[in-house]
């Protein structure tokens, strides 16, 4: 039969064949055989086939155990993944893709993203969190070769923070405090307009106007920028007035007394 088929692939499996033969009762019953003995005519091996026989020949690619790892949570393909040699964490997100999709990308959780591993040592998971804006700049775990089984989660903005988000004012201002982010257009201006007292000019004359600060996380590393900027000309609708601002911005606004003292 082999002979018959144009004989073997180069990575045929030569340690088994099987052969699933249907009985009389029509069930099926499994022949394990030597595919190499039956190839060189051992007759316990190269048995005689029967009407409806069927034969498997397995390549050895087939015998290599495969490991997979996966990924989960706000990707546009999630799932398991064929572990590959040298595969990093870098390699996985992107297979999975969406972040070069700009608006998929904003609705993504960056400041952290989750790798759950299986410790070698006692078969516990661990989970190594990750910034998961630094790993798509190819930075901080980008290059960790991944391991078998090893699961990825990744969380959009609204599983983290919800529906609701907030900046917040403090300071020489007359009501501090956080409020809530209206999606896409509120202003540097809009803000310190809500905490009021800028029109009040007995009030506004004991506010230091030349240096306000506008403090931002970086959204790639976590870390805090600080953004000076002129209050008087944001209160004239100039400047900086109409910097849009973001989840967890943060403005202080300081007095006279503050930054010049008593005299």
Known sequence: MINKADGLLGDAYLDRVDVVRIKSDFTEELLKLDLEQAISGNQDHDILLQGLDQIRVYGMTEMVPKTYVSIAGHVKRSGRYLLQENMTLYDLIFKAGGFVDEE????????????VRINEDNDEKEIIPFNLGLVLSKQGLSNTVLRTDDAVRIYSVLEIEGDTRYVSISGHVKR????????????????IFKTGGFTDQEYKKRTYLKRAELVRVNEDNDEKEIIPFNLGLVLDKQGMANSVLR???????YSVLEIEGDT
Not at 109 to 115: P, S, V
Not at 176 to 191: I, K, S
Not at 247 to 253: E, G, L, N, P, S
């Open 104 to 115: 998929f990308k904003k609705r993504t959780y960056l400041k952290r993203a989750e790798l």
């Open 247 to 253: 989840t967890d911005d943060a403005v202080r606004i």
């Open 176 to 191: 501090p405090g956080r409020y809530e982010l209206f999606e896409g257009n509120m202003t540097l201006y809009d803000l």
